[in-house]
């Protein structure tokens, strides 16, 4: 009796988290009728790809997909890049600094974004990085880079070092051991961590908002349709919105497996 | 040997890539150096389709005039504050000129981020409508140009009032024996004001007050009683959208048929009935309190940002945004009522009759007008529309208080 009650929390958790996703989906491939009514139907009674083809045949869509996905791509690369070694040697310390280090990471998350992004955005002008890229990169990483190397620190900690040890046994440096034993094994967390840093990246506002002027990322221009577009249009970039993160989640996804460190180590 | 090479490799390859960064920071300097000279920044906050008319119908008589590229951006009336606050403070204005909604002017006068227009009231043609110019001034200073006005215009389901026997409400009296009639038939209201707590509601506020003869400057008069009073007994028979409704989800409550009568601005016109097809969707000019039909003044002003360097030419764009053949142009495409008497233009044939309305609505519309103690005015009619209205605390008394705190800060 008691087994499937997990199930059907989880079958009702899924169906609550679905619907919003599934109606928005529904109203992008609706006729008018069956969405501007006191009592719409549950579901797609009457098909259209209407309000597909004006989203596609007005081409604004693509610039904005290209600057997000570019920022949040590169976002993940250079975070990853920056964070893991710094993670890796944070996690190699002894316990006083590394906590120092941990908290100081997650200090630096205390201030809200709404609240430094003027003075951010201040210096930005100066340095020419408003409506660039590079600058969305740099701003993106603000937030995005303590979380990461706090992630990566748990990560590289459950990977014993008995490991390195052996590797430097057989004749490995500092760097091989780093990248031929301990980065392999740290895969899913970094994965792990890569994903969120993407998704956080993609669906940024914010930063967005305030440091572009005339090139905006998918998230501006879909809040763009939703505050001056009509209810249809609206509903397809919302839809468009979703669909790299979920091409991007299966993805990483298979990164992410368990018990790969269990008869690492014997004895 | 062959390990000695990798690292000055690495080191090199790195520094190729930062110097590479950076010169392409500097290369965009270079090009927006040269870009400036030649173009206009304008920010304006439009919908595609107004966007559309823009691109091809307004702006590219004046690039082959001045022989320059206006290069046009969307940014939203809250947004263009912060803007335009962090380039005046790296110094480095990068918007040349900017339309205003008229109800958000106050942050950017209390910031100090517009030029003083006073000197150019001679490039105002004559026949501009008078209000339009008293909404850009402040402290008699001409920080903003006129340029479109507006006015919210009501809207009604004809079908649902049809099927409960009823007709748009022209006075209070209609309005309250509405939102009863439909409340009782549907045992939801289903008639919508403002009531979010935000400026939306306090531009209903507004127009209650001064039909009623009021004055929200001192709001304990005794037409600020009746209005209050009124929205008293009003507020039980509303429909409970009226608590989120704003100048963008009253759209999608008249559509979707969750309210059948509720004021917006114009713009709803191609939301619900072009785009959304709901021809039922009607439009008239409102209802009147015991003293006369009252509307706030809405639209939008020019403005031009202190520090823009091209500031000649943004006061030339300008000029030509409120000329006769522009102002008619706007009307034609996008049915905008012209901020001058002489500009004619004819309008769609479906549009004619929300058109209408709106004209009607606008002989009767007076700016909201513009004070230094504005936060708390705004403050004020807010806490007082909670206080009385939804809380149902006694009018006058409560009005007394508010009024003190407004007379207080008149001093």
Same mark, same amino acid.
């Given at each position: 009796m008691k087994k499937w009650v997990p199930y059907l929390v989880l079958i009702v958790f899924s169906i609550i988290m679905l619907i919003p996703v599934y109606i928005m989906f529904k109203v992008s491939l609706s006729t008018p009728e069956d969405v501007l009514t006191a009592h719409p139907p549950y579901w797609i009674q009457n098909f259209t790809w209407d309000h597909w083809q004006k989203v596609f045949e007005s081409g604004n869509i693509w610039a904005p997909?290209?600057?997000?996905?570019?920022?949040?791509?590169?976002?993940?690369?250079? @975070?990853?890049?920056?964070?893991?070694?710094?993670?890796?040697? +944070?996690?190699?310390? @002894?316990?006083?600094?590394?906590?120092?280090?941990?908290?100081?990471?997650?200090?630096?998350?205390?201030?809200?974004?709404? @609240?430094?992004? $003027?003075? +951010?955005?201040?210096?930005?002008?100066?340095?020419?990085?408003?409506?660039?890229? $590079?600058?969305? +990169?740099?701003?993106?990483?603000?937030?995005?880079?303590?979380?990461?190397?706090? +992630?990566?620190?748990?990560?590289?900690?459950?990977?014993?070092?008995?490991?390195e040890k052996a590797a430097y046994?057989? @004749?490995?440096?500092?760097?091989?051991?780093?990248?031929?034993?301990?980065l392999p094994l740290a895969l899913p967390g970094i994965a792990v961590g890569a994903l969120f840093v993407w998704l956080n990246s993609w669906n940024e506002f914010t930063y967005s908002l305030y440091l572009t002027v005339s090139e905006r990322t998918l998230p501006l221009q879909t809040f763009y349709y939703i505050n001056r577009g009509d209810f249809f249009q609206s509903a397809a970039y919302s839809v468009f919105l979703t669909i790299p993160v979920i091409i991007i989640t299966f993805v990483?996804?298979?990164?992410?497996?368990?018990?790969?460190l269990s008869g690492a180590v014997k004895g | 040997m062959s390990r000695n090479w990798k690292r000055p490799v690495s080191v090199t390859l790195a520094a190729t890539l930062a110097f590479s960064l950076l010169a392409g920071c500097g290369a965009k300097e270079a090009d927006q150096q040269a870009a400036s000279d030649k173009s206009l920044r304008v920010a304006m906050a439009l919908s595609e389709d107004e966007w559309n008319v823009m691109r091809s119908d307004v702006l590219p008589k004046f690039e082959k005039d001045n022989g320059v590229k206006v290069e046009a951006v969307q940014v939203e009336a809250k947004d263009i504050v912060e803007k335009l606050s962090a380039q005046q403070k790296a110094n480095k204005v990068e918007i040349d000129l900017i339309t205003q909604d008229v109800n958000e002017l106050y942050a950017l006068v209390d910031r100090g981020l517009m030029e003083d227009m006073s000197s150019y009231k001679d490039k105002i043609p004559d026949t501009v409508v008078k209000g339009m110019i008293d909404v850009g001034t402040f402290d008699n200073k001409?920080?903003? %140009?006129?340029?479109?006005?507006?006015?919210?215009?009501? !809207?009604?389901?004809?079908?649902?009032?049809?099927?409960a026997n009823l007709t748009p409400p022209k006075t209070w009296d209609d309005l309250l024996k509405v939102s009863k009639a439909l409340k009782d038939k549907e045992k939801v209201g289903r008639v919508a004001i403002k009531a979010n707590l935000e400026i939306d509601n306090v531009l209903h506020i507004f127009d209650f007050i001064r039909s009623a003869g009021g004055d929200p400057y001192v709001l304990n008069d005794e037409g600020s009683v009746k209005a209050f009073t009124f929205m008293q007994q009003l507020y039980p028979n509303l429909s409970p959208d009226s608590k989120k409704a704003n100048w963008n989800f009253m759209n999608q409550y008249l559509a979707t048929e969750s309210v059948y009568l509720g004021q917006n601005w114009p713009f709803?016109?191609?939301?619900? /009935?072009?785009?959304?097809?709901?021809?039922?969707?009607?439009? !008239?000019?409102? &209802?009147? #309190?015991?003293?006369?039909?009252?509307?706030?003044? #809405? #639209?939008?002003?020019?403005?031009?940002?202190?520090?823009?360097?091209?500031?000649?030419?943004?006061?030339?764009?300008?000029?030509? %945004?409120?000329?006769?053949?522009?102002?008619e142009t706007l009307v034609s495409k996008l049915a905008w009522p012209s901020v001058r008497s002489d500009a004619y233009g004819k309008v769609e044939e479906w549009q004619k009759?929300?058109?209408?309305?709106?004209?009607?609505?606008?002989?009767?519309?007076?700016?909201?007008?513009?004070?230094?103690? &504005?936060?708390? /005015?705004?403050?004020?009619?807010?806490?007082?529309?909670? =206080?009385? /209205?939804? =809380?149902?605390?006694?009018?006058?008394?409560? %009005?007394?208080? !508010?009024?003190?705190?407004i007379a207080s800060v008149k001093k």
């Open positions: 997909m290209e600057k997000s996905l570019v920022v949040a791509t590169l976002t993940m690369v250079v @975070g990853v890049i920056l964070a893991a070694p710094a993670s890796y040697v +944070i996690s190699r310390m @002894g316990r006083k600094w590394k906590y120092i280090f941990i908290l100081g990471l997650l200090f630096t998350r205390m201030f809200p974004d709404v @609240g430094i992004v $003027l003075p +951010i955005s201040v210096n930005f002008l100066e340095w020419n990085l408003v409506d660039t890229s $590079l600058g969305l +990169i740099l701003a993106h990483l603000i937030p995005n880079l303590p979380f990461l190397a706090w +992630i990566l620190v748990s990560t590289f900690e459950t990977i014993p070092r008995d490991l046994i057989d @004749g490995a440096s500092r760097l091989q051991s780093l990248t031929r034993v301990v990483l996804q298979r990164y992410l497996k368990a018990g790969q | 001409m920080l903003f %140009l006129p340029y479109r006005p507006n006015v919210e215009i009501a !809207y009604y389901n004809e079908k649902k009032l049809k099927e709803g016109v191609n939301k619900i /009935v072009q785009e959304g097809g709901k021809k039922e969707i009607k439009a !008239y000019s409102g &209802w009147a #309190g015991p003293v006369k039909e009252s509307h706030t003044l #809405g #639209g939008e002003v020019i403005g031009i940002p202190k520090g823009t360097p091209n500031k000649d030419l943004a006061v030339k764009f300008a000029e030509y %945004l409120m000329s006769k053949d522009v102002q009759p929300y058109f209408e309305a709106v004209n009607a609505a606008l002989q009767n519309a007076t700016p909201r007008g513009n004070v230094s103690y &504005w936060p708390t /005015v705004q403050q004020a009619l807010l806490d007082a529309f909670k =206080d009385i /209205v939804v =809380d149902g605390k006694p009018a006058q008394e409560t %009005l007394d208080v !508010y009024a003190k705190k």
